[in-house]
């Protein structure tokens, strides 16, 4: 798969997640510096909307979108990851009115980047994504967005969602 972050070409570490495969289990932390564990999420349909920083207008765009979008969706959980420090993304959700996802982060273990293949090498941020895993824990849809800068298929991914729910 290729990759690119502002028109470079970067290495992605772990396995590139597939529709069809069971959901890797991951730990990452919260705004609070608690642990949170993807099992948490077992039995639900879940958004994993993934990117690099809150601190870009993209990713700023991406975490407004599916937390407006969360709020019309019952029975879906929207968790938001990132490799910001969790002070930065709870910040971040204060000052955007950011109530109806998840923020958590993976600077800590970087389990969730190496264990869905989001992890860019040359900078250890998180790639552009999405992944919606099914209430039985099987990936239903994903998309590494080719250029990281770019925004991810929205209208696409809650398509998918919209017919798990």
């Known amino acids: ?56 207008e993209v990713c700023a765009l991406q975490a407004k979108k599916f937390n407006k979008e969360a709020s ?9 990851i990132t490799e910001d420090l969790p002070f930065a993304q709870a910040r971040f959700c204060s000052n955007e009115g950011i109530e ?4 958590i982060s993976d600077y800590k273990d970087r389990e969730f980047g190496e264990k869905y293949g989001f992890l860019m090498e040359e900078n250890k941020l998180l790639a552009r994504g999405v992944v919606v895993v099914d209430k039985d824990g099987k990936v239903a849809y ?22 798990l729910v």
């Open 142 to 163: 994903v998309e590494y967005v080719p250029e990281v800068t770019d925004e991810v298929d929205f209208d696409k991914a809650l398509e998918e969602v919209k017919k």
């Open 72 to 80: 019309e969706l019952e029975g879906v959980n929207v968790v938001t």
């Open 1 to 56: 798969m290729d990759i690119t972050f502002a028109g470079n070409k970067v290495n992605l570490i772990g396995n590139e997640i597939k529709v069809g495969d069971q959901a890797p289990a991951f730990k990452a932390t919260m705004n609070d510096l608690s642990e949170w564990s993807s099992e948490n999420c077992d039995n639900k349909v879940v958004v994993y909307s993934v990117a690099p920083s809150l601190d870009t």
């Open 100 to 103: 109806n996802n998840l923020m």
